[in-house]
């Protein structure tokens, strides 16, 4: 089941917070493996990421599997090439029926503006629903001294906030984006823009965990943030659907903080599919 996602600003109080929690799959394990999380979890999140391990071992197939489960996909593959190549996988993306994919944003305007264009065409072409197409700024890995490495002179904040603003010019829907960027991002963006999270952790996050700039579910939304990335603090718990509803439940507390919402999770009776509403 695929849905517009574009109208969330217009509808959020009415959301699910599980609809705001994305579980990464990022698993290297066989196909049954990663199948078995959407199973388990479908109706306790509100769409499933597909990066590059998995979709390099699985291609396509798997993004129509999660679907059969009326599961919705994010495409992580991070687009990063010549304006022409993104625009082609741009298009395939629209065809695979995702309702997010993203393009890195330090391919430059002109690779982003294409894209942009190939997505809204080819779904007003085809009929399919538009999807969310997001420029990933920064990556959650990386801090000031990573970048300064790699040339450059500001901070990765100010990298991130100049990478957003680039991405809105050209008709992107929003960025991926530190937590720790929500806040510049937001104020220059204004309130429709999306903004995703990754990097969501607690203070009991593994000091050998590859996330830098990390921050709690509660209060990257409570700052801004729209969706949350979420993968091993849920796929690593001992129980993993208590983890998953736990980062709900901090979600709706974000939410309601930032007057977006006054219901609890507990509020909503999930219908078939993992989709809320109020009873």
């Known amino acids: 089941m695929i849905q517009n996602l574009l109208g969330m600003k217009k509808t959020i109080q009415n959301r699910n917070p599980r609809e705001n929690l994305i579980f990464a799959l990022d698993i290297g394990n066989g196909r049954e493996e990663i199948i078995s999380w959407v199973d388990r979890l479908r109706r306790h999140v509100g769409m499933f990421k597909v990066g590059k ?7 396509p197939e798997l993004v129509r ?4 489960r009326e599961g919705k996909v994010f495409l992580d593959l991070k687009f990063h090439d010549i304006p022409n190549t993104v625009a082609g ?6 065809k695979l029926g995702v309702s997010m994919l993203n393009v890195h944003a330090l391919g430059g305007k002109k690779m982003m503006a294409e894209a942009a264009v190939a997505v809204r065409r080819t779904a007003e ?5 538009k999807p969310l197409l997001l420029a990933v700024t920064v990556l959650t890995s990386l801090d000031d001294r990573d970048i300064k490495e790699l040339g450059f ?11 957003a603003k680039m991405a809105q010019d050209v008709g992107l829907s929003g960025v991926v984006a530190s937590p720790q960027d929500i806040v510049p991002i937001r104020d220059a963006c204004g309130q429709d823009f999306i903004i995703v999270s990754p990097a969501i952790r607690d203070a009991k996050a593994s000091s050998h965990d590859d996330q830098k700039r990390i921050m709690s579910a509660r209060e990257a939304i409570e700052k801004g943030a729209d969706f949350l990335v979420v993968g091993r603090p849920i796929r690593l718990a001992e129980n993993p659907i208590k983890a ?7 979600i709706s507390q974000g939410m309601s903080i930032r007057g977006l919402v006054n219901a609890s999770p507990k509020n909503f ?4 599919g993992g989709i809320g509403q109020l009873v």
């Open 53 to 59: 391990e998995a979709f390099t071992l699985h291609g």
């Open 65 to 68: 599997l999660i679907q059969e």
């Open 89 to 94: 996988a741009s298009r395939a993306a629209v």
């Open 125 to 129: 072409e085809t009929g399919t629903p």
């Open 153 to 163: 002179t500001c901070s990765t904040s100010e990298l991130a906030l100049s990478l």
């Open 244 to 250: 998953a509803e736990e980062m709900v439940e901090a």
């Open 269 to 272: 009776r999930v219908r078939k």
